[in-house]
């Protein structure tokens, strides 16, 4: 986690963090723009709730990375809506 404390710098590190977990999830799994948007629903939904885990066990770095991982998913998502309606 980035130290820079002023709000512009913690925005953009956290973006750089989703952007790069963006790219390391299509590198895994490839284009996953095809699938419903239930198929999304549900992918999103076990993330919201690693996120849950993480903030219930109180590991704050894990919340995090589980944060960074489900804003990735949400960024893959709305990727697959704009290549469906162009």
Known sequence: ???????????ASVLEAVLAERERQE???????GHSDAWW???????SGKVA?????QDVAK????IIQ???VY??????ILRRTK
């Open 1 to 11: 986690m980035s130290q820079n404390s002023s709000g512009e710098g913690l925005r």
């Open 27 to 33: 590198g895994l799994w490839g284009d996953q723009s």
């Open 41 to 47: 629903t549900v992918i999103a939904a076990e993330g």
């Open 53 to 57: 885990r993480a903030v219930y066990e």
């Open 63 to 66: 919340a995090y990375l589980e």
């Open 70 to 72: 489900i804003c990735s």
């Open 75 to 80: 960024f893959a998502w709305a990727e697959a």
